[in-house]
């Protein structure tokens, strides 16, 4: 039986139990509920829950271990010299046996007997149930598919058994629990605080494995390029090593990578901020109900345009359209035809990814002011002020912290961009003023540097996740930040 059959059965008692605890709730009461401690609906979910949470749990649990027990245990069984290969090789040789056993869970007795005869060999057979096996199937491989075939389906067949078995253990035990002046209110409140809670943390703990796999990967990348050399580096050239070799030649310098991320970004942010927040003050102080209604939704579209069609767009469109705009004012005032505007630069993608941004700054900003007080408007008015002195004056800085925790996600967003910059601003990493040419980001490196088949044993795949970790300062650092702004003025306001 597989596990979602075993949810569905776990589930149908707990609802049984939920009837069966509210019907002996009224029985024990004497249908007098004045005489219950809580009402009999708390009774009958304390025995649901104790009926399901606890065999989901161990579910969950059995899940998560069962396959890795018997991978090992199978893994043990295979020949000495299977087991002294390399860890890389283990996970190829598991993955085949793994394969191999689904395909010989579709064989026929039939084509058990083909096989048996050598009319067809493994692999043939098996590609014929639609089971591809990468490489040869070697002589150890069935034998090992079927011992770990028939563990699973003993291990299923356990499963099933351990949890029905506890499911109804809670059923009955929760059941006989119930009395008048039992507090099952309480428990199950305690056990819905207690989910609350767990689902709360999920983003910390999420939050949490990311940085420790993260650190642990940029420690292991710091053992072989020095700190410093990484941090106040001007050149950025990995040069991969060829497969196998443990040669670790190259440069790592952040600085070009850094500089190509904040200025694309801050060109991005020169395009949107002023853009964005003058479309909030339009539509939260101007526009007609009517008018915004048709135009916030419409402003809003750009910000479901999947981020590869803006890099197309500046690809195809503004690239060259810059370029071409440039190579005529060249010609005219020097009387020759040459861009001084690359097609990918800087300013093709800042300009692209700051269209790409409006959406978030006028649609936060714009919330923002219309949460202010609807009297602080009509106080100033009320003093003479014009409409426009009232937004400059008294609107604008009692949102200016909301506006400002808006504008830091927005350049977080634009430092994490990766597909504008790959189309429009190239991957060169050089150190310019020049918005005209082009650069790139720490987060197209960090593409660059684990794309393909590779080992996370060398510096040039390991400094990813030391540019990862950097981005991850950096935005941590802008949150902080965000945190002192709201702060200091909200206090003013309060």
Same mark, same amino acid.
């Given at each position: 039986?597989?596990?979602?059959?075993?949810?569905?059965?776990?589930?149908?008692?707990?609802?049984?139990? #939920?009837?069966?605890?509210?019907?002996?709730?009224?029985?024990?009461?004497?249908?007098? $509920?004045?005489?219950?401690?809580?009402?009999?609906? #708390?009774?009958?979910?304390?025995?649901?829950?104790?009926?399901?949470?606890?065999? *989901?749990?161990?579910?969950?649990?059995?899940?998560?271990?069962?396959?890795?027990?018997?991978?090992?245990?199978?893994?043990?069984?295979?020949?000495?010299?299977?087991?002294?290969?390399?860890?890389? =090789?283990? $996970?190829? &040789?598991?993955?085949?046996?793994?394969?191999?056993?689904?395909?010989?869970? &579709?064989?026929?007795?039939? =084509?058990?007997?083909?096989?048996?005869?050598?009319?067809?060999?493994?692999?043939? *057979?098996?590609?014929?149930?639609?089971?591809?096996?990468?490489?040869?199937?070697?002589?150890?491989?069935?034998?090992?598919?079927?011992?770990?075939? $028939?563990?699973?389906?003993?291990?299923?067949?356990?499963?099933?058994?351990?949890?029905?078995?506890?499911?109804?253990?809670?059923?009955?035990?929760?059941?006989? &629990?119930?009395? @008048?002046?039992?507090? $099952?209110?309480?428990?199950?409140?305690?056990?819905?605080?207690?989910?609350?809670?767990?689902?709360?943390?999920?983003?910390?703990?999420?939050?949490?494995?990311?940085?420790?796999?993260?650190?642990?990967?940029?420690?292991?990348?710091?053992?072989?390029?020095?700190?410093?050399?990484?941090?106040?580096?001007?050149?950025?050239?990995?040069?991969?090593?060829?497969?196998?070799?443990?040669?670790? /030649?190259?440069?790592?310098?952040?600085?070009?990578?850094? /500089?190509?991320?904040?200025?694309?970004?801050?060109?991005?942010?020169?395009?949107?901020?002023?853009?964005?927040?003058?479309?909030?003050?339009?539509?939260?102080?101007?526009?007609?109900?009517?008018?915004?209604?048709?135009?916030?939704?419409?402003?809003?579209?750009?910000?479901?345009? @999947?981020?590869?069609?803006?890099?197309?767009?500046?690809?195809?469109?503004?690239? @060259?359209?810059?370029? =071409?705009?440039?190579?005529?004012?060249?010609?005219?005032?020097?009387?020759?035809?040459?861009?001084?505007?690359?097609?990918?630069?800087?300013?093709?993608?800042? +300009?692209?990814?700051?269209?790409?941004?409006?959406?978030?700054?006028?649609?936060?900003? =714009?919330?923002?002011?219309?949460?202010?007080?609807?009297?602080?408007?009509?106080?100033? *008015?009320? +003093?003479?002020?014009?409409?426009?002195?009232?937004?400059?004056?008294?609107?604008?800085?009692?949102?200016?912290?909301?506006?400002?925790?808006?504008?830091?996600?927005?350049?977080?967003?634009?430092?994490?961009?990766?597909?504008?910059?790959?189309?429009?601003?190239?991957?060169?990493?050089?150190?310019?003023?020049?918005?005209?040419?082009?650069?790139?980001?720490?987060?197209?490196?960090?593409?660059?540097?684990?794309?393909?088949?590779?080992?996370?044993?060398?510096? &040039?795949?390991?400094?990813?996740?030391?540019?990862?970790?950097?981005?991850?300062?950096?935005?941590?650092?802008?949150?902080?930040?965000? *945190? #002192?702004?709201?702060?200091? #003025?909200?206090?003013?306001?309060?």
């Amino acid at each position: 039986m597989n596990a979602a059959t075993t949810i569905v059965i776990v589930l149908c008692l707990a609802a049984l139990g #939920y009837v069966a605890g509210r019907l002996r709730a009224n029985r024990v009461a004497g249908n007098v $509920a004045s005489s219950l401690h809580s009402r009999s609906g #708390y009774y009958g979910a304390f025995v649901a829950i104790f009926t399901a949470l606890p065999s *989901l749990f161990v579910l969950a649990a059995w899940l998560i271990v069962s396959p890795m027990v018997i991978n090992s245990q199978v893994f043990d069984s295979l020949p000495r010299e299977i087991q002294a290969l390399p860890d890389t =090789d283990h $996970a190829l &040789q598991m993955g085949k046996i793994n394969s191999i056993a689904q395909g010989l869970e &579709q064989l026929t007795p039939q =084509d058990e007997a083909r096989l048996k005869s050598g009319a067809v060999d493994m692999r043939s *057979l098996l590609g014929e149930k639609g089971v591809a096996i990468a490489g040869e199937v070697e002589d150890y491989m069935p034998a090992a598919a079927r011992k770990l075939s $028939a563990m699973h389906s003993a291990s299923g067949l356990y499963r099933t058994f351990v949890i029905i078995l506890l499911a109804a253990v809670g059923l009955m035990w929760s059941w006989i &629990q119930i009395k @008048p002046r039992m507090r $099952a209110r309480n428990s199950v409140e305690a056990v819905i605080i207690a989910g609350l809670m767990l689902a709360s943390s999920i983003a910390i703990l999420t939050t949490v494995g990311i940085v420790l796999s993260m650190v642990s990967e940029t420690y292991r990348f710091f053992t072989s390029v020095p700190p410093l050399e990484f941090f106040f580096g001007t050149v950025w050239d990995p040069r991969f090593a060829a497969a196998g070799a443990e040669d670790s /030649a190259g440069q790592f310098g952040l600085i070009p990578l850094l /500089a190509g991320t904040l200025y694309i970004a801050f060109v991005a942010m020169l395009v949107a901020v002023p853009i964005g927040l003058y479309a909030a003050i339009y539509m939260s102080e101007y526009a007609g109900q009517r008018l915004r209604s048709v135009v916030k939704p419409l402003l809003e579209v750009l910000a479901g345009i @999947p981020t590869i069609v803006y890099g197309f767009f500046a690809l195809t469109t503004v690239g @060259p359209f810059l370029r =071409d705009i440039s190579a005529q004012i060249h010609g005219l005032a020097f009387g020759e035809v040459s861009s001084f505007i690359q097609a990918q630069s800087v300013l093709t993608a800042g +300009l692209v990814m700051g269209i790409m941004l409006i959406p978030f700054v006028s649609s936060l900003s =714009d919330d923002i002011i219309t949460a202010v007080p609807q009297a602080m408007r009509d106080g100033s *008015l009320g +003093l003479g002020a014009t409409h426009s002195e009232t937004i400059r004056r008294v609107i604008f800085p009692a949102a200016l912290p909301g506006i400002v925790g808006a504008l830091l996600l927005t350049a977080s967003r634009a430092i994490g961009e990766t597909m504008i910059v790959v189309l429009a601003a190239g991957v060169a990493a050089r150190l310019s003023l020049n918005p005209f040419e082009p650069m790139t980001t720490v987060t197209v490196k960090i593409v660059n540097q684990l794309t393909g088949d590779l080992e996370f044993t060398s510096p &040039q795949t390991l400094v990813a996740f030391a540019l990862g970790i950097t981005l991850f300062v950096i935005t941590l650092c802008l949150n902080f930040y965000a *945190l #002192y702004i709201v702060r200091k #003025y909200r206090e003013a306001y309060e």
